[in-house]
């Protein structure tokens, strides 16, 4: 009895190196790959799409969250605010500093680092398109290509297509990405200043509303001191 | 082999679940939480459904699918237009337009509408024609697509208007204006055609009434409703309603049609005419204002006097009297007299008025009084009331000029012994109330160099990226060629030189701009907050200077009380 239990705690002992290791070289070399470097085209572009989106729509939910609680947001504007100046790209090796700083700080939401990390996909994603730009396109042969002959002639000319595609995607998607970093700019330098107006309109009408209270008494004191006559005095 | 079997197991059961815990982390998005996939989802969502609106209005989802809808705004939708035009042009389905621009033949020899006996090359030729008309057309509608792009989130966080974006700085700062000084600037620039003006435009081009000029009114007139166009205060013109009520005249000022006219009287007179033209039965006159072009109603019910009641003897004497009052909750409101499927008389919901109607052969009339009742709860805003920071100082101001203008010594006392009462001048100035302002304007940080001015940094990129001083460009170049034709390998030939130094080219050109990109945006982002953070900072200043205010209003509210109850003599 205690020989077999000896055996499953071997049997377990060796599961959990063998999933540690296996597991672990996993996420140290292979887990950083976006889902869309292991696909073919439409796939790779569908993909990319819905990564960027995310990133977008996780970069805002956090600008929000942070300007929503002044308690947090307004203490914190470091997160809203690039980790480097001019000056610090400007020193040897500071533009990789800047943006590791941001790879480092993924609650940095700042115009910059969300360029940063988008760079980071946009730049694997074309990378990957290259890839496939190099290989021979079977992806898109219909029936009526296949009875041509030579094929050959079939599968460069869809070769040839695709790789027009792909030279046009990598365009399209440079464009998108640069007209989103812009709204997504204007958005930040519009709303903070937006949130900060709301807590200045918020004072105003206490002013407003304590200055009303001094003239309600105010607004007494001719018929209270003027000529002052009164039986109370003796 | 006994003894390493339990090894063996464990490696297996290690691998399988390191494969399985693999397999489950291949989430589609690398580092997001959406489950959608796919192009079918991902068009369904930027369909025709979302918009800068829809993006930036709702609070909890602020910017959600901001890049889906640059995608969609950039790519997709110029897309889409062109490929339905082409498909029309072709006679194909929109899937086998795209697949022929992807180049594919397939789809046109399928199609019923090529030539029959189409050759290869035909096809190719086709193919070719179909993509051209597409690039063409795409071309047109990226054009379209990419200014309001481009324009658009750089006005929509400030143009006054809360329909595009959810919020606005214009539209804060008229509420500040409004706080402040009761009053607010018009603000014409990115404003679009306000809903008053529009409906105002409508209201006229829809008004069966022309100017009072043309109006006879009579003294019978006891209850009339008279509409007349007038310049108002501002130069800009204004429409006047009177509405005469018995001998009282009420103007009033027309800033909504809240009875839209769905079919005119002059519609009603026009197909008259249409229906029963001049000299027949019905209209032997002829004349009258009922030409169908909208003409006044002075004239339209007169016309209607001479024309029809008048000369039509089924008609003549019936008076237009009004509905019970037991009706008026349930009067008709726009509904077309014409409509034969329509209920006399349909419910305003929560409003309520009043309906007369009168019928005659060939001709009816309905005339409604239409009262649109709205609960409006008066919340502590800002443009609540005619109350302004500026206002209550000023009453602040006339209060003290009041009790400061007049001495403060009681009328029965006197200056000296033996004076007359009147007299106070000998110690009038011993007793008297004092107000002393003294003017603290708010101190700003010596910063708007930070605000207005530009990065230095990225002016001298630009500075060398456009001039070029120093012979900067050339000089790397010739240092390129130098130094492959330096430190040539032996038995490297010509052509292998030409192509080292090509690429060598290609890849410091390309490094170069990888760096100058993003320098650019690093500079993007720099400006940004140089931008930013000095109106924060002042703008939290200004906020900390108005909550030390509102403190010391506060103990002055405690001292005011105490002054108006402190009893005489003491």
């Known amino acids: ?234 | 082999m006994k003894k390493f079997l339990p090894i063996i197991i464990g490696i297996f059961v290690g691998v399988a679940t390191s494969g399985v815990m693999i397999y489950l982390d291949k989430n589609p998005v690398a580092f997001g939480e959406e489950s959608v996939s796919g192009w079918e989802n991902y068009q369904a969502w930027t369909g025709e459904n979302l918009s800068w609106k829809t993006i930036f209005s709702n609070t909890s989802t602020t910017g959600k699918n901001l890049y889906m809808f640059v995608e969609s705004n950039l790519v997709v939708k110029p897309e889409k237009e062109a490929i339905r035009t082409v498909a029309g042009i072709y006679h194909l389905t929109e899937q086998e337009t795209d697949a022929a621009i992807k180049g594919s033949i397939t789809v046109l020899f399928n199609n019923t509408a090529s030539p029959k006996h189409m050759t290869t090359e035909q096809a190719y030729k086709m193919q070719r024609e179909l993509k051209a008309d597409y690039e063409s057309f795409k071309e047109l509608f990226d054009i379209q697509q990419e200014i309001d792009t481009a324009v658009a989130p750089t006005e929509m966080f400030a143009n006054g208007d809360l329909q595009d974006s959810g919020f606005d700085l214009i539209y804060d700062l008229n509420v500040m204006e409004k706080i402040l000084f009761n009053d607010v600037t018009d603000v014409t620039s990115g404003k679009p055609l306000t809903e008053a003006e529009g409906n105002m435009k409508s209201f006229l081009d829809a008004m069966p009434i022309s100017p009072p000029s043309a109006q006879p009114t009579t003294n019978n007139d006891k209850n009339a409703v008279k509409v007349k166009e007038t310049v108002g205060a501002d130069g800009k013109p204004a429409v006047k309603a009177e509405i005469k009520i018995a001998d009282k005249v009420i103007e009033a000022d027309v800033v909504e049609d809240v009875c839209p006219v769905n079919n005119t009287l002059a519609d009603s007179l026009g197909k008259f005419n249409d229906q029963n033209p001049p000299g027949s039965k019905n209209n032997p006159s002829g004349n009258g204002a009922n030409n169908g072009n909208g003409p006044n109603a002075g004239n339209g019910q007169q016309g209607a006097g001479d024309n029809n009641l008048g000369q039509n003897p089924d008609s003549a004497g019936k008076a237009v009297v009004a509905a019970p009052s037991s009706d008026w909750g349930g009067g008709f409101c726009g509904e077309a007299p014409d409509n034969p499927d329509a209920p006399a008389f349909v419910s305003l919901g929560d409003g309520g008025g009043a309906a007369a109607g009168a019928s005659t052969l060939g001709f009816s009339v309905k005339v409604a009084l239409c009262i649109k009742i709205e609960l409006i709860k008066e919340t502590a805003t800002a443009s609540s009331g005619t109350s302004c920071i500026q206002c209550e100082i000023a009453k602040i101001n006339e209060a003290f000029n009041k009790t400061l203008g007049h001495s403060m010594i009681p009328n029965k006392t006197t200056g000296n012994i033996m004076e007359s009462a009147t007299c106070k001048k000998s110690f009038g100035t011993m007793l008297d109330l004092k107000v002393h302002l003294v003017p603290n304007p708010l101190p700003a940080e010596p910063a708007d160099d930070l605000i207005f001015g530009k990065n230095i940094i990225s002016e001298w990129n630009k500075f060398v990226e456009r001039y070029k001083p120093y012979g900067y460009g050339k000089w790397d170049r010739d240092t390129t060629d130098d130094y492959a034709l330096t430190y040539v390998a032996p038995g490297t030939s010509g052509s292998d030189l030409i192509l080292s130094i090509e690429a060598s080219k290609a890849e410091n050109f390309a490094e170069a701009r990888d760096a100058v990109t993003a320098m650019n945006v690093a500079d993007e982002g720099t400006n940004m907050m140089l931008f930013s953070t000095p109106v924060l900072n002042q703008m939290r200043e200004m906020t900390g200077y108005f909550k030390a205010y509102k403190l010391m209003f506060e103990d002055t509210v405690l001292a005011c009380a105490k002054i108006q109850n402190k009893p005489c003599g003491q």
């Open chain 1, 1 to 234: 009895m205690l020989r077999f239990l000896k055996q499953i705690l071997v049997t377990l002992i060796i599961a959990m190196i063998t999933t540690v290791a296996i597991y672990g070289g996993y996420t140290i070399y292979a887990a950083d790959k976006y889902a869309f470097e292991d696909t073919t085209t439409s796939e790779t572009m569908d993909l990319y799409r819905e990564e960027m989106n995310t990133l977008f729509n996780d970069s805002l939910t956090q600008v929000v969250a942070i300007l929503v609680k002044p308690e947090e947001g307004l203490q914190s504007p470091n997160l809203l605010q690039s980790p480097c100046v001019a000056t610090d790209f400007a020193k040897d090796g500071g533009k990789e500093t800047c943006e590791n700083m941001c790879r480092d700080n993924p609650d940095n939401v700042s115009t910059y680092c969300v360029s940063v990390r988008a760079m980071d996909r946009y730049m694997k994603y074309i990378f990957h398109l290259g890839e496939i730009q190099g290989s021979v396109n079977f992806e898109s042969i219909g029936l009526a290509e296949m009875r041509l002959t030579p094929l050959t002639d079939a599968v460069y000319r869809l070769t040839l297509a695709r790789d027009s595609e792909i030279d046009a995607e990598i365009e399209r998607s440079r464009r998108v990405l640069e007209s989103t970093l812009t709204a997504y700019n204007e958005f930040m330098t519009a709303y903070p200043i937006h949130r900060q107006y709301q807590e200045v309109i918020k004072n105003l009408i206490k002013y407003k509303n304590k200055l009303k209270n001094i003239r309600d008494y105010v607004i007494q004191f001719p018929s209270t001191f003027i000529d002052t006559t009164s039986t109370k005095c003796s």
